[in-house]
């Protein structure tokens, strides 16, 4: 699902990422670990197309992400990638279920199917009476499974995910964990998952550390 071939990063003199190379099956759910400052989330930006390496190959559902231009690469980050940030950057003049439907509308879903994938998302994540609740009504775990409905949106064949939990509490993070897990078994979904949090990790299919700029087995 990802394959990408030596990665390099750095910011002025500072070489962050020296090589990486990495792949993720379909379906697998992988989680990096290690020092902050480590590049993680430098990693993760490349990996989800959000940020350009320096050098480097990268496949993602098949498709050479580095030869798209940028309307295309837009239109295929919204297609086929779901991002979960700590932040989760919920509008918040928009109701719940509107910034759920948010990705359908870039894509000229209709309004009526993004309204119904919508409310069973929400539904799956335990919010059907939350829909038309905003963002400053809803509970700091609530809105962070708003902002995983909206990432699950497009039906993405990969998450991925910065630190999810890092804000929520260890009741609402275990929440997320469980339901990271039945997304997977539900929707077979990839997920990359940067993450501090060692019982999240502990979850996935495999963990890696970011260490001298390369990933490294445990
Ligand atoms: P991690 O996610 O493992 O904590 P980051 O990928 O955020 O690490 O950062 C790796 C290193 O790159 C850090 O030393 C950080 O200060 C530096 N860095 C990250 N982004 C930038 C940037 N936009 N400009 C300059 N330096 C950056």
Redesign the pocket.
């Known amino acids: 699902m990802i394959k990408a071939v030596q990665v390099y990063k750095s910011?002025?003199n500072?070489e962050?990422l020296r090589g990486v190379n990495l792949e993720v099956p379909e379906g697998q759910m992988l989680s990096i670990i290690?020092?902050?400052?480590?590049?993680?989330?430098?990693?993760?930006?490349i990996l989800g197309t959000l940020d350009p390496a320096d050098r480097g190959d990268l496949w993602i559902d098949g498709v050479n992400v580095l030869k798209l231009k940028q309307k295309a690469l837009a239109d295929f980050r919204n297609e086929k990638i779901g991002f979960i940030f700590q932040f989760h950057y919920l509008l918040h003049e928009f109701t719940a279920l509107e910034n759920v439907c948010i990705p359908a509308y870039i894509k000229n879903d209709s309004r009526k199917k993004a309204e119904i994938r919508a409310t069973e998302l929400l539904d799956f994540l335990g919010l059907r009476d939350r829909l038309q609740h905003k963002p400053n009504e809803l509970s700091g775990g609530e809105q962070q499974r708003v902002a995983v409905a909206r990432a699950l949106m497009n039906k993405p064949k990969v998450i991925f995910a910065?630190e999810p939990t890092g804000n929520l509490d260890s009741v609402n993070s275990n929440e997320l964990h469980q339901f990271f897990l039945r997304l997977k078994a539900d929707f077979g979904q990839s997920f990359v998952i940067?993450t501090h949090n060692l019982d999240l990790a502990g979850l996935s299919d495999r963990v890696l550390t970011?260490q001298d700029g390369l990933l490294i087995d445990n």
Do not use: F
């Open positions: 910011y002025e500072l962050v290690g020092k902050s400052g480590a590049g993680k989330s430098t990693l993760l930006h910065d940067v970011m």
